[in-house]
């Protein structure tokens, strides 16, 4: 796999986490510690993708 096709991947998944998070928000019985870790998971993403991105340009 390349980095670029890589990175498309870790975009694509944070944007499932992005949805799954706006549902669970738009529930009215959200779990704080759901919530907490689908946002620590979507942090963990991007910090990767910048990580690749910034591999990429050196």
Known sequence: MTVQAHIASLEKKH???EEELQSILASPS???REIAE???RKLR???EMQRLKASTRH
């Open 15 to 17: 944007g499932a986490l």
């Open 45 to 47: 993403l991007k910090d």
């Open 30 to 32: 959200a779990d704080d």
């Open 38 to 40: 689908l946002k620590r």
